[in-house]
């Protein structure tokens, strides 16, 4: 029995797909539990009018040629869509392949794309300088003026582009608002699920038409591998799809198994990290180091209440502003021993960074303030770890600062900001 025939499959538990989701147990030779790894770039034909078959689009589940399909790479795409609630899914060779495959499926010259100005700069950076080059226009929006869709888009506006919760204050956005304003607007609406993952927040039950990933993040889960993924209507990911083989931007087999084998413990994980997230900025909150915590999970932050409503656990992204600017974040950082100095997040192991040197580095004095970022600034992205040790080296790390003999004074962030890009 393959899993499409078991009726049962659509009442389960995200744990229980996460495992289970997406396997084809008649493609298993031997018997054997766990799927193998389908190398081959190539598929024979039975005959020549097998081949035949193949070439009109008669044969429903086969494969050619890898860059086209791959039997390990479907399943990865299988057990996706199962999580996100979606009729299909996509994976690509990394997040970035994922935006831009997503968004090529939508927009041809003339068209426009809006985008919130709180979102992956590689996004913004895709949108603006790729698609820009083939005469799409975009505009960058706040999180305020979703709301004003229907007003602000124009005939030719394509797609809605949003992420939430942000990187790396974590504003949120409510999804079921988003979706209703893009579908007046008559937009496609887009959200980048990289930090909730469908753990957290299914976009797709809240009216959001497509949901893509950076799957080097949570769904991978152990930083050793890049991938990406779009999932939404069969009818839009055939279209995706076909960017993405026409530009050689589909995932390789040996990524999508290790994809697929980060997937079966996602639910584990993703609770793991959040659980430590909240301990971690209930303990750095109030430390006389740290001037403000963002973690939704804090009943004062402004995202807590949206939070509760759309999310089934908070994240596990915790961002901290110093005392202090640029010197007190260096003497921080390079005083943690634990926890490592890494630009990625949803991995097992928490790691810290610096969104002015990564993330957000190059952008505008402007684009900075819109996306809340300043000097003193630092992201948490919590890991499996004990969330002592965690809380443990970071204090230690902040203790062993004298903050007030840096030659930085306190607070003015960005002026820090301004200084170190000018
Ligand atoms: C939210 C978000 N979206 C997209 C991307 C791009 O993904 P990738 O690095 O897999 O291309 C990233 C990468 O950091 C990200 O954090």
Not at 317 to 346: H, N, Y
Not at 392 to 408: C, G, M, P, R, T
Request: aromatic residues 8%.
């Amino acid at each position: 029995m393959n899993s499409e025939e078991d009726s049962t499959a659509a009442t389960r538990s995200l744990s229980t797909i996460a495992v289970h989701g997406g396997k084809r147990t008649h493609e298993q030779p031997f018997g054997s539990v766990v799927a193998p790894v389908f190398h081959s770039t190539i598929y024979g034909f039975e005959s020549f009018a097998e081949m035949r078959r193949y070439a009109r689009g008669e044969l429903k589940e086969s494969y050619f040629y890898s860059r086209y399909a791959n039997p390990t790479v479907a399943e990865a795409e299988r057990k996706l869509a199962a999580l996100e609630g979606a009729e299909s899914a996509v994976v690509t060779s990394s997040g970035s392949a994922a935006t831009f495959c997503a968004l090529a499926a939508l927009c041809e010259a003339g068209d426009e794309v809006i985008a919130c100005e709180t979102i992956y700069g590689g996004t913004t950076r895709i949108i603006e300088e790729v698609l820009g080059r083939f005469n799409i226009s975009s505009r960058f929006i706040s999180i305020e003026d979703i709301p004003n869709l229907p007003e602000i888009a124009r005939e030719r506006t394509r797609a809605f582009w949003f992420e939430t919760p942000t990187n790396p204050t974590n504003r949120l956005v409510d999804l079921a608002q988003a979706a209703e304003a893009a579908r007046v607007a008559n937009v496609f609406s887009i959200t980048d699920n990289t930090f909730a993952t469908p753990v957290l927040q299914r976009p797709l039950g809240h009216g959001i038409n497509a949901v893509m990933h950076s799957a080097t993040k949570y769904l991978g889960g152990h930083s050793d591998v890049t991938a990406g993924a779009v999932a939404g209507t069969s009818e839009y990911i055939a279209r995706v799809r076909r960017i993405a083989v026409l530009t050689g931007a589909t995932l390789d087999p040996a990524a999508a198994y290790l994809l697929a084998r980060g997937m079966k413990t996602l639910e584990v994980r993703v609770r793991a990290s959040c659980e430590n997230a909240m301990r971690f900025a209930q303990a750095l909150r109030g430390h006389e180091k740290v001037s403000r915590v963002y973690y939704p999970g804090l009943e004062d932050d402004p995202g807590h209440a949206l939070a509760r409503r759309q999310m089934s656990g908070f994240g596990g992204v915790v961002a901290v502003d110093l005392v202090g600017g640029e010197a007190e974040a260096e003497r921080f950082l390079d005083a943690l021993k634990l926890v490592r100095c890494a630009p990625s997040l949803g991995g097992v192991e928490t790691l810290v960074s610096y969104p002015l040197y990564s993330s957000h580095n190059g952008f505008s004095d402007e684009q900075l303030r819109a996306a809340g970022v300043s000097a003193a600034t630092v992201r948490f992205a919590l890991g499996i770890e004990a969330a002592d040790d965690i809380i443990a080296d970071v204090k230690q790390a902040l203790n062993s600062i004298d903050f007030k003999n840096s030659e930085h004074r306190t607070q003015d962030k960005n002026n820090d900001v301004l200084s170190s890009e000018s």
